[in-house]
């Protein structure tokens, strides 16, 4: 990066295009498509993979927090709050460290993300309910972060290739 102002503002933009994908994929009518309870396609977690891979680790967690709180806030569902941060920040976690292995993938690495989310998730609804009953869900969940996170991967994938193609380089 050429300054930490241009850094911080970069952070911005992508926490803003974040809270964006995050906001329209709420009007998506995905229910009908796929119809298990809690199902998302987790279109913000394009903007995480790529800023963890662009950005690195502290600026990806900090942007993975402002979408959170603000997705709550600007929501009016501070409730969802609990369920959006321990799946964000475990799935963040899992994602940092795995993104350091040598030989796994984008794809590996998001796909990782998205069952760690759904294990944060339900891990939140358990602590919330005071019963082990979600866990019972759980097996679904981790089936469906295959392709949800397999989708996110790809599309981070894409935008790398399209910088490469520009020559838009990290750090630059």
Do not use: W
Request: aromatic share 8%; net charge positive; charged share 5%.
């Amino acid at each position: 990066m050429k300054t930490d102002v241009h850094k911080l503002a970069l952070c911005a933009v992508l926490a803003a295009m974040a809270l964006a994908l995050s906001y329209m994929e709420n009007l998506l009518p995905t229910a009908l498509l796929v119809p298990l309870p809690g199902f998302k396609l987790g279109l913000a977690n394009i903007v995480t993979v790529f800023a963890l891979y662009y950005l690195g680790a502290a600026p990806a967690m900090a942007i993975l927090v402002a979408r959170c709180l603000l997705g709550a806030m600007f929501a009016g569902n501070v409730p969802a709050l609990f369920f959006s941060l321990m799946g964000g920040v475990l799935a963040m976690l899992i994602m940092i460290l795995l993104h350091r292995l040598p030989g796994l993938s984008i794809y590996g690495v998001s796909v990782a993300g998205a069952a760690g989310h759904n294990t944060g998730q339900v891990a939140a609804a358990v602590l919330t309910l005071g019963s082990t009953a979600p866990v019972a869900y759980l097996p679904v969940l981790l089936v469906v972060s295959v392709f949800t996170g397999a989708l996110t991967g790809f599309v981070a994938a894409v935008l790398f290739s399209a910088m490469e193609k520009a020559k838009i380089a990290p750090g630059s």
